[in-house]
């Protein structure tokens, strides 16, 4: 039941964008998205629930793509502040507890 | 409000041994969750309580248990460490004014030799 995630990793340039992507085999009630800096706790970013409503932050955009059971996070023009790994975590139903994936590392450098 | 606390940050076990791993939350959130987290393998799920008196297996219970103080702590428990349980282990809660988001605490860093 984990989600998929690609790419593992990537490295960008400052003001560069990126995609990253989270697949499930089962149909989903919602995903989310949380940032771990290096020896740091996981912290939220977004929801994004079945019927198109988003919650998170402002500066993030990410999309679900219900008949694929797909999400994608996308970050544009992308600052030093954005290095870290990227987690979806997918959820069956709501209520349920979340499934994580086993992350992207990003690396923005100067 | 310190938001989820978790003791202790850092221990060292001898195969064999237990140990308690315990979690606090000061945001009046009713579902807790513990965690474990192994290098390339993301968050593995090891057990969540979704309201006080309740708590349920994740997708890797074997090893643990769990148990729900109160509506505020939610420990956890090694009775046998073994090295394959050497992790990171985080405290998570969720339930408040936005029920989705989980608020993750400083994690305990385990080592079993």
């Known amino acids: 039941q984990q989600p998929v995630q690609s790419p593992q990793a990537v490295i960008l340039r400052e003001g560069e964008d990126a995609v990253i992507n989270c697949s499930s085999s089962?149909?989903?009630?919602?995903v989310h998205w949380y940032r771990q800096k290096h020896g740091e706790a996981p912290v939220f970013l977004m929801i994004l629930l079945k019927g198109g409503e988003q919650k998170g932050h402002e500066k993030i955009s990410a999309s679900f793509n219900e008949k694929k059971q797909q999400s994608s996070l996308y970050l544009t023009a992308s600052q030093l502040s954005y290095s870290g790994t990227y987690f979806c975590?997918?959820?069956?139903?709501?209520?349920?507890?979340?499934?994580f994936g086993k992350g992207t590392s990003l690396l923005v450098t100067p | 409000n310190a938001g989820v606390t978790q003791t202790p940050k850092f221990q060292v076990l001898k195969t064999g041994q237990s140990m308690t791993l315990q979690c606090a939350q000061d945001?009046?959130?009713?579902?807790m969750y513990w965690y474990r987290q192994d290098p390339g393998m993301g968050l593995r799920l090891i057990y969540y309580?979704?309201?006080?008196?309740?708590?349920d297996k994740g997708e890797v219970p074997n090893g643990y248990n769990v148990s729900r103080l109160n509506k505020r702590e939610f420990s956890l428990r090694l009775e046998s460490a073994a090295p394959s349980q050497t992790s990171v282990y985080f405290c998570a809660s969720s339930g408040g004014q936005d029920p989705y988001e989980q608020y993750f605490g400083p994690g305990t860093r385990l080592t079993v030799t």
């Open positions: 089962k149909a989903l009630y919602s």
């Open positions: 945001m009046n959130h009713n579902s």
């Open positions: 309580s979704a309201s006080e008196g309740t708590t």
């Open positions: 975590g997918t959820e069956l139903y709501s209520g349920y507890a979340l499934n």
